[in-house]
Each structure stands twice: as C-alpha cells, then as structure tokens.
C-alpha cells in the first residue's frame, strides 16, 4: 500500500525557516516523481513544487521560487522541502503527493503538515 | 499559466439525484499526440486529503464508484455525479497536468439539498 507521511511543519516567525519532509513507502520510490501541494486556511489547493525520480529535476511554483527548495534521499525514501524567508501567505496544510504510472496526475496524497508563519 | 476555473462555486442536490460541475481552462490541455486531456478530478472531504477521482478527464481510478463520471475535451470538462449520495458531500477540484504550474480550479462545494 501507498503511503506517504508528511513531519515538520509548525509556527514559525515571518522571514524564518522550516524544512518538511515526506517519507514515503509502498511503492519503487526513486521511480516517481513527488511534489508538494498546499492549502491556505479555508481556500483551495495551490501546487508549489516538484522533483523527477533521479533528483536532477526540481519545478518551483513562482510564489516559492528563490525561497523553497525541493530535494530528494532516495536510498532514504524521503523528500524534503527547505523553506526559507517565510511569509503570512506562505500558512497552509502541505501535502506531499505521488505522480501515477502513466501521467503527471497525482495519484497518492499524505496527509499533510500544517505551517504557520506568525509573529 | 493556465487558469482553471470552475463552476458553480457551490452546490446542493437532492439525494439520489444528478449533480454536474463544470471546470474550464484558459487554453486547451488536449496534446495533439496522443489526443489525451491533461485534465483531473479530485474529492476532497473535510479534514482529509485529496482523492483522485478521475484523470485523463474521463478515466475512472480504480475503486471509485461508477456514478462519478467525466467528460469534455480542450478547454470545457465536466464532473457528473450521476445519483447523489450522502458520502460525497465535499469539495471537487479540477486540475490541468498539461504544463507546469499544474493548476488547481477554486474547488466546488457540493451539499446535500
């Protein structure tokens, strides 16, 4: 079974930093790309970032770009998501998500680790 | 970016009846290729994930029931639920995987009338 388990969010103060990560298990690991996706408080989902299977290939959201960085351990099965300069807008459940076999479509969520960036 | 926007932002119907959400792209996500929209649906219920409902805007994921059901090609998709029952109140979202930003739509809340 597919499984993908988010740790590390938390408060943190504006301009400061988080890393998450997202152990995953069930699956060829290093066969798949991940990303992460987040949910403002009540809004709708926004996709922030992604890695290709290798590592080689990262994909930023242009809210996040030059502040987060997505990296990947695959002996390790892990997928951590650096956060850096950290803004109010930046508050929000974030789930990791698997792509599926055959398309870019996420075909396997976690179930999220809330951050919130308050003073 | 692609935008997604969905329609109507909220819903109700009755139970055992038809309930259809309408998601539309700002420019067409069919790749000529394979002519295969890069078009999917998801399920979110409160306090949980998201759940692929359908990808390839008509393809059901496996063990999702067969009253859900997807249509539409290029820019204009559609999300029918065939006979409403009550554990599919949640919001439904759209998503474009023809390019990256993948983007989401605002998400439709769907209730029981």
């Known amino acids: 079974e597919v499984q993908l388990v988010e740790s590390g969010g938390g408060l943190v103060q504006p301009g400061g930093s988080l890393r998450l990560s997202c152990a995953a298990s069930?699956?060829?690991?290093?066969?798949?790309?991940i990303n992460w996706v987040r949910q403002a408080p009540g809004k709708g989902l926004e996709w922030v970032s992604g890695i290709s299977g290798s590592g080689v290939t990262t994909f930023y959201a242009d809210s996040v770009k030059g502040r987060f960085t997505i990296s990947r351990d695959n002996p390790k099965n892990t997928v951590l998501l650096q956060m850096n300069s950290l803004r109010g807008e930046d508050t929000a459940v974030y789930y990791c998500?698997?792509?599926?076999?055959?398309?870019?479509?996420?075909?396997?969520w976690g179930q999220g680790t809330l951050v919130t960036v308050s003073s | 970016d692609i935008v997604m926007t969905q329609s109507p932002d909220s819903l109700a119907v009755s139970l055992g009846e038809r309930a259809t959400i309408n998601c539309k792209s700002s420019?067409?996500?069919?790749?000529?290729?394979?002519?295969?929209?890069?078009l999917a649906w998801y399920q979110q219920k409160p306090g949980q994930p998201p759940k692929l409902l359908i990808y390839?805007?008509?393809t059901r994921e496996s063990g999702v029931p067969d009253r859900f059901s997807g249509s539409g090609s290029e820019t204009d998709f559609t999300l029918t639920i065939s006979s409403l029952q009550a554990e599919d109140v949640a919001v439904y979202y759209c998503?474009?995987?023809?390019?990256?930003?993948?983007?989401f739509g605002q998400g439709t809340k769907l209730e029981i009338k």
């Open positions: 420019q067409s996500v069919l790749y000529s290729s394979n002519k295969k929209n890069y």
């Open positions: 998500a698997k792509r599926a076999d055959y398309g870019d479509y996420l075909s396997a």
């Open positions: 069930g699956f060829t690991f290093s066969s798949y790309d």
């Open positions: 390839w805007a008509s």
């Open positions: 998503q474009q995987y023809y390019t990256i930003p993948y983007t």
